[in-house]
């Protein structure tokens, strides 16, 4: 028999390895509430759709997000 062992829920590690950024990154977005989360005990996790809805989210801060852009393809408009 086969369970299905859906992860609902990740903590700020798993979190950051799922996003390819730092702990402290994702730590630093839960704090600034960029991203949600939910203290259980002493763990903080993280639901794995807010992940995905934080990926599809535009930048909060769109004058950053176009000089990055700029930086990466050699353009400036």
Known sequence: ???DET????????AARRLG????TVAT???RCELPSRK????????VNALEAFLRRG???PTRNKSFLDEE????E
Request: net charge positive.
């Open 1 to 3: 028999m086969q369970r």
């Open 7 to 14: 992860v609902l829920a990740v903590g700020i590690v798993e």
């Open 21 to 24: 950024l730092s702990a402290r």
């Open 29 to 31: 977005l839960v704090l």
């Open 40 to 47: 259980i005990g002493r763990r903080r996790i993280i639901p």
């Open 59 to 61: 930048p909060l801060d």
């Open 73 to 76: 393809t050699g353009t400036k």
